[in-house]
């Protein structure tokens, strides 16, 4: 059974750093594009970076560029966030995702449960 | 940037309804179009991809349609576990968007 579990959410103060893991299970982590998703409070659907199998290819929104870096390590089965420079906005669930790599687009066919960020001073 | 526009904003249906849910593209995007399914306090499920595929698993009372800019998703027959809030995401483009969503209600 495919799994995704996010850990390291929490309350940071602004300007503040946190990072997210992503423990994956049941499939081959490295074989899959992985992405970042978030969901602000009462808000739609955000997404906010990928990376590529190998880690060679990276894509953020452009409210992270500079701030976010995402990364993975195959042999871990897992997924990261680091997010430095905080802001209140950035404040959302941050849920990790599986791109089903059917050469159908960025999609995403397993979604983690979420872990919920808080920026607030 | 490729903006992705839902409407309606939400529905009031009732069980045994048909349910249609639109999404435009700021601009074409072929065929390249998911729709999620998403309920409270819940991760959102992949129904449909490429505009007209059906997931595994997904009933077959959902459907979808368009290419270009403007893509539907059809409930055939609402059930009682569909309420819930619909998103719509082009997905060849970066940055990667979603629509606004689309909450299906209870009549």
């Known amino acids: 059974e495919v799994q995704l579990v996010e850990s390291g959410g929490g309350l940071v103060q602004p300007g503040g750093s946190l990072r997210l893991s992503c423990a994956a299970s049941?499939?081959?982590?490295?074989?899959?594009?992985m992405a970042w998703v978030r969901q602000a409070p009462g808000m739609g659907l955000e997404w906010v970076a990928n990376?590529?199998?190998?880690?060679?290819?990276?894509n953020y929104v452009d409210s992270v560029e500079g701030r976010f870096t995402i990364s993975r390590d195959n042999a871990k089965n897992s997924l990261y966030l680091q997010m430095n420079s905080l802001r209140a906005e950035d404040t959302a669930v941050y849920y990790c995702?599986?791109?089903?790599?059917?050469?159908?687009?960025?999609?995403?066919?397993?979604w983690g449960q979420g872990t919920l960020v808080t920026v607030s001073s | 940037d490729i903006q992705m526009t839902q409407s309606p904003s939400s529905v009031s249906a009732s069980v045994g309804d048909r349910v249609t849910i639109t999404c435009r593209a700021s601009?074409?995007?072929?065929?390249?179009l998911a729709w999620y399914q998403q309920k409270p306090g819940k991760a959102p499920k992949l129904l449909i991809y490429?505009?007209?595929s059906l997931q595994s698993g997904v009933p077959s009372r959902f459907s979808g349609s368009g290419s270009g800019t403007d893509f539907t998703l059809t409930i055939s027959s609402l059930q009682p576990e569909d309420f819930a809030t619909y998103y719509c995401?082009?997905?060849?483009?970066?940055?990667?968007?979603f629509g606004g969503g689309t909450k299906v209600e209870i009549k």
């Open positions: 490429t505009a007209s």
């Open positions: 995702a599986r791109d089903p790599m059917r050469g159908d687009g960025y999609n995403f066919d397993y």
């Open positions: 049941g499939f081959t982590l490295s074989n899959y594009w």
């Open positions: 990376i590529k199998q190998d880690g060679g290819a990276k």
């Open positions: 995401q082009q997905v060849n483009s970066f940055p990667l968007t």
């Open positions: 601009q074409g995007i072929s065929s390249w």
